[in-house]
């Protein structure tokens, strides 16, 4: 029997863990869109979570899992922004110092929403060399526990109470969209997904520009990804040792998508649904409508919003460019 960084009771350990914290994100429907993609769509609003994004599940299952001996020498990471601020909140609230590596070129918003949860932020320059070799030069320096941003079992036990609330919130889904960057998010969602209903379908989703798992998926073979340049700045990384194996054995496929899908699916998310989310959570709204129209093995899907930290000014850039025609 195959095993994996997490199983079902884990997962459902996690959610008992997390509940005080995190917020239960509601399930949207959009009738355009569901024209659009020629079938029903059900949205994982997860941009509604605390912090902004799903990552917090993740890390608060981490922060929480903790000894009190371990915790009182707080945590440590390093990311580009959401997996930053989630732990830095996490840690704020069992009152320990979250301390958190970022690339140089982080998201000017969410380098302040870590600061303002107390996080203390170090930088580094943009790339994983940097990233790993400084958060473990912070670790030596401060014996915080290194919390991977998706590498982990905690986190990925964490991040599968997406889809126990999923399964709850919708009756009769057959698929789950979701997007793809170090896989932490899809190998918990897939996990309990697959304990709860065998059948379900789960997709993954990332730009076309950074298709390193859709390539490992294809080939058998994990790929690095290749630094190319993308708006879904969450989705740049490579899969994980502990993620790859669950991507590989258990999702039955990875699709990918173009910027100009990216930005066109953000923008009918916001004049259609009323919402905002980040580009990194447009892809699954992008396939569903694009790449993955054209098959017929499922009807009722669920899409993760995966989160809805963007800069305003990317924001109004964005829908100013002629790469983001106004939707009809």
Not at 286 to 308: H, T
């Amino acid at each position: 029997m195959r095993t994996f960084a997490a199983n079902l009771a884990d997962i459902q350990t996690a959610a008992r863990r997390i509940a005080p914290w995190i917020h239960t994100t509601p399930v949207l429907c959009c009738r355009h869109l569901d024209s659009r993609a020629g079938r029903s769509l059900h949205f994982k609003c997860e941009n509604f979570q605390r912090t902004g994004s799903f990552k917090f599940r993740g890390a608060s299952n981490a922060v929480w899992s903790l000894s009190d001996e371990d915790a009182a020498r707080g945590v440590a990471t390093h990311s580009s922004g959401n997996h930053a601020q989630a732990l830095a909140c996490a840690a704020q609230l069992r009152g320990i110092a979250a301390h958190v590596v970022m690339p140089s070129d982080s998201s000017r918003t969410k380098r302040a929403a870590v600061e303002s949860y107390g996080g203390r932020v170090i930088d580094c320059e943009p790339n994983l060399t940097s990233r790993a070799s400084t958060a473990t030069r912070v670790c030596a320096e401060t014996g915080a526990t290194f919390i991977a941003p998706y590498d982990h079992p905690a986190v990925i036990a964490g991040q599968g109470t997406i889809a126990m609330e999923l399964l709850e919130q919708v009756a009769d889904l057959d698929a789950i969209i979701v997007p793809v960057g170090g896989g932490g998010m899809i190998s918990g969602i897939t996990i309990a997904a697959r304990a709860l209903r065998p059948g379900i379908k789960i997709i993954g989703v990332e730009p076309l520009a950074v298709g390193d798992a859709a390539q490992s998926k294809r080939l058998g073979i994990r790929q690095s990804a290749t630094g190319g340049v993308t708006l879904a700045d969450g989705l740049r990384t490579s899969l994980g040792d502990l993620t790859w194996p669950v991507v590989r054995d258990l999702v039955d496929s990875v699709v990918t998508v173009s910027e100009d899908e990216i930005v066109h699916a953000l923008r009918l998310v916001y004049e259609r649904m009323k919402v905002v989310i980040e580009p990194s959570a447009a892809v699954g709204v992008a396939a569903a409508i694009g790449p993955l129209r054209e098959r017929d093995d499922f009807q009722r899907a669920g899409v993760i919003l995966c989160g809805g930290n963007i800069d305003a000014e990317l924001l109004a850039q964005l829908f100013a460019t002629n790469l983001c025609p106004r939707t009809n």
